[in-house]
């Protein structure tokens, strides 16, 4: 505990750490760190709108005021969790593919740490049915072309993590209770943007939508979602090329949830 305690109690070393561990010339060599912030989804967009080159990431060791999809609040206590947003500016719009990016980047950096890691379509990271991460896709847009995009991720890594995490539809799990040890938080995220630097180019091939398909939660299984005033239920097949969620329901027919549809989960029948 005392190890704990004077490793994540001094959000000044933990930039400095951070600075330290990102490669120069990659993702995150513009870095704001901030020992206690509102959103750092906000932070974000208001460096993007001042003209912050691509690649530019804002951490946090204390969040305030977090968002997560479907308007839910992300509360990120001191020393606990990775909160963290990079600005990209995409030539082209991806659709849901952007959301699988940051949940698949997030999936593989677990796994590095030895952990089982999934993603529930479209936007969390689970181990072993619970909830460990999150992603918020943020885009403004300029006509029909995305002027940049927010990539928000936020990790459970300590227990405090999952504090006012109660409500949400699936349970939440802190990275170091599952590994039974010390997690860096500044290695997590270098392995978060590592693999980002590696699918980022790559996010419209098929290859992208393969790997995210490959780490999909659920898939064979039988899932409902709600899609607007409608709750979809049968065999979760796969991935569209979107990627909306595949859905064979009953009949035989094959439905694609897109953007809109929410809270994905194993049907109970």
Do not use: C
């Not at 750092?40 to 208001?46: F, G, I, L, P, W």
């Not at 204390?62 to 999809?69: A, D």
């Not at 005033?229 to 694609?256: N, Q, T, W, Y």
Request: proline share 3%.
């Amino acid at each position: 505990m005392a190890a704990a305690a004077l490793r994540y109690n001094a959000p000044m070393r933990y930039a400095e750490e951070l600075r330290a561990t990102l490669p120069a010339g990659g993702f995150g060599e513009v870095l704001y760190a901030y020992e206690s912030i509102g959103s750092t989804n906000s932070r974000a967009a208001e460096l993007a709108m001042d003209g912050a080159v691509e690649g530019t990431l804002v951490v946090a060791d204390h969040q305030t005021h977090g968002r997560g999809r479907g308007g839910r609040h992300w509360y990120t206590p001191s020393g606990s969790a990775v909160a963290m947003s990079l600005i990209l500016r995409p030539a082209a719009a991806s659709g849901l593919r952007w959301t699988g990016l940051g949940a698949l980047a997030v999936a593989e950096a677990l796994k590095g740490e030895g952990l089982p890691a999934q993603i529930k379509w479209p936007n969390d990271v689970l181990i072993e049915g619970g909830k460990a991460a999150g992603v918020l896709v943020e885009v403004a847009w300029e006509g029909n072309r995305p002027l940049y995009l927010i990539l928000g991720i936020g990790i459970n890594v300590g227990a405090d993590s999952l504090r006012q995490m109660g409500s949400l539809s699936f349970p939440a799990k802190a990275v170091e209770a599952q590994v039974r040890r010390m997690v860096s938080r500044t290695q997590l995220i270098a392995s978060v943007l590592r693999s980002l630097e590696t699918w980022y180019p790559r996010v419209g091939t098929e290859a992208f939508l393969n790997a995210w398909e490959g780490t999909l939660a659920f898939k064979g299984g039988r899932v409902q979602v709600e899609t607007g005033h409608r709750l979809l239920e049968g065999m979760l097949v796969g991935l569209g090329r979107d990627g909306e969620a595949r859905i064979e329901l009953d009949s035989g027919e094959e439905v694609f949830a897109g953007g809109e549809a929410r809270n994905l989960r194993l049907s109970r029948g």
